[in-house]
Nanobody
Framework: VQLQASGGGLVQAGGSLRLSCAAS????????IAWFRQAPGKEREGVSC????????NYADSAKGRFTISRDNAKNTMYLQMNSLKPEDPAVYYC???????????????????WGQGTQVTVSS
């Protein structure tokens, strides 16, 4: 299983980025998927997840109203659209897949089994 994250970069505060995560070796559709981020010196933080049972989504308070998680089953790719980026958003962003089927999606990192390599997001003020 490989998750290839991309789309990070440098953006001005208030700008937008769309992160992508292409999966190979498994189909995303049956599994809960999530985005996490980790800034230097901080713990890995759950940003958002999609519950595979009904497509519902959960967001960290820091992401609500600004970020949107989605999945394209045909492309076997997940996305994180990030708008209104703030100076506190810079981090390495990771995509992840939980290979336990039929449970509510979580933003706890220890519940995820497959991880992308991370993509750096930098926000200039």
């Amino acid at each position: 299983v490989q998750l290839q994250a991309s789309g990070g970069g440098l953006v001005q505060a208030g700008g937008s980025l769309r992160l992508s995560c292409a999966a190979s070796g498994l189909r995303l559709r049956p599994y809960n998927i999530a985005w996490f981020r980790q800034a230097p010196g901080k713990e890995r933080e759950g940003v958002s997840c999609i519950d595979s049972r009904d497509g519902s989504t959960n967001y960290a308070d820091s992401a609500k109203g600004r970020f949107t998680i989605s999945r394209d089953n045909a492309k076997n790719t997940m996305y994180l659209q990030m708008n209104s980026l703030k100076p506190e958003d810079p981090a390495v962003y990771y995509c992840a897949v939980d290979n336990l089927v039929g449970v509510r999606c979580s933003t706890n990192y220890y519940e995820y089994d497959y991880w992308g390599q991370g993509t750096q997001v930098t926000v200039s003020s």
